[in-house]
């Protein structure tokens, strides 16, 4: 299965307003879709994010060139090549071979990885809860009460991007607003210290419905994140940015956290995406996919999750929840896939078993103009 040609779909939307996290606002989003053809007529998508100019010069006067005339079996060792000149570049190329071998083998990507063990998994409604309107907590507060109301029953929302107290008053606003019928995510962005991190620990350890604390601190402070971990009442999670399962084990053999969350896109491919998993497994650790960029990234962590072995041997917390984006994106509607209840019922088809919305493409290709 030779590789013919490699096509690329560079996407763009301008937010009607922004909203963000501790690192700031953001303006617009983005998306960058490949679709890869063999010879054989056998086709895989793949996805990446980063600046939209420098992914596209990378995949049209690099990558495609490499690829072309590539065995597309050859994932492995073609990804490990791409990986050195840009690793999200990588991932992309990972996820569209991958399918393309699924379709081969005339199986889904969950068959191709072994088989699932289980038909569902559960998703929580991932917010951005800062805007520049005066009033942000009441419009963040009414975006959290329109999605409970969907059927979500977790929540992730963000702190540290402002003074201590008033991220207080936010949360403790949500807590009046949903309290014990929903389960709250709060994270950080990696914005304190120690210190600054330790002071949300007597509000913690009344509130009863805290899933976990989110990257609290910058990762350059390990020993800060064991520290953390031993004090606080909830699980500490983190590492979305890390590359790979080696950067997870150090962290892992510190003890400094309960919960890795890898990001299909930020590692070095799918297959080192699935490592990250099984390397929580063997430390006896949690693994919940950080999946706020993309449609089609999210449904590999979703096919991945399917395919993991139960953390725990309760029967109601086997499998941990999968992040979904609830923001202003039109770019989660890419694939056809919508939570119900907070649940996400996997699909069967061949390959990823879902078509990819052209018309949504269509509508959102970046013309090239600045951004």
């Known amino acids: 299965m030779k590789i013919e040609r490699v096509e690329t779909f560079p996407l763009l939307h301008r937010l009607k307003e922004p909203y963000g996290d501790a690192n700031g606002f953001k303006q617009y989003r983005t998306c960058y879709l490949i679709r890869i053809v063999t010879e054989s007529g056998i086709d895989g998508w793949g996805e990446c994010v980063d600046w939209l100019p420098t992914l596209h010069v990378g995949f049209t006067k690099r990558i495609i060139p490499y690829l072309l005339g590539k ?13 050195k000149w840009h690793q999200r570049a990588a991932s992309a190329v990972s996820m569209a071979l991958t399918e393309i071998a699924a379709k081969a083998a005339d199986c889904s990507v969950c068959e191709l990885w072994g088989g699932r063990y289980r ?16 009033e942000w907590i009441s419009r963040s507060v009414s975006h959290v009460e329109e999605q409970l109301k969907k059927g979500f029953k977790q929540i992730k929302v963000k702190i540290g991007g402002t003074a201590f107290e008033e991220d207080l008053r936010h949360i403790n606003a949500l807590q009046h607003t949903a309290g014990s019928s929903m389960t709250m995510i709060l994270d950080a962005n990696q914005s304190y210290d120690a210190a600054a991190a330790f002071k949300w620990e007597p509000y913690i350890s009344e509130w009863m419905n805290i899933g976990w604390f989110e990257e609290p601190l910058p990762f350059d402070q390990p020993q800060d994140y064991a520290l953390l971990r031993s004090r606080l009442s909830v699980p500490v999670a983190g590492g979305e940015n890390m590359k790979g399962a080696a950067q997870f084990a150090s962290l892992l053999s510190q003890r400094c956290l309960d919960m890795i969350q890898p990001d299909v896109m930020h590692v070095n491919g799918i297959d080192e995406f699935r490592d990250c998993l099984q390397l929580a497994r063997y430390f006896g650790v949690r693994a919940s ?23 725990s041997k309760m029967k109601s917390d086997q499998i941990e929840p999968i992040e979904w984006d609830v923001m202003e994106n039109p770019f989660t509607d890419l694939i056809s896939l919508q939570p119900s209840k907070g649940m996400v019922h996997i699909p069967k088809g061949k390959g990823i078993g879902l078509d990819i919305n052209m018309d949504i493409i269509s509508r959102y290709m970046w013309d090239g103009s600045a951004y």
């Open 71 to 83: 065995q597309a079996g050859s994932r492995l060792p073609l990804v490990r090549t791409i990986q």
């Open 119 to 134: 038909e569902e998994i559960p998703v929580y409604a991932s917010f951005q809860s800062y805007s520049d309107h005066p």
């Open 289 to 311: 996919a950080h999946a706020y960029d993309g449609s089609l990234s999210r449904l590999y962590a979703l096919f991945a999750q399917a395919c993991l072995a139960p953390w």
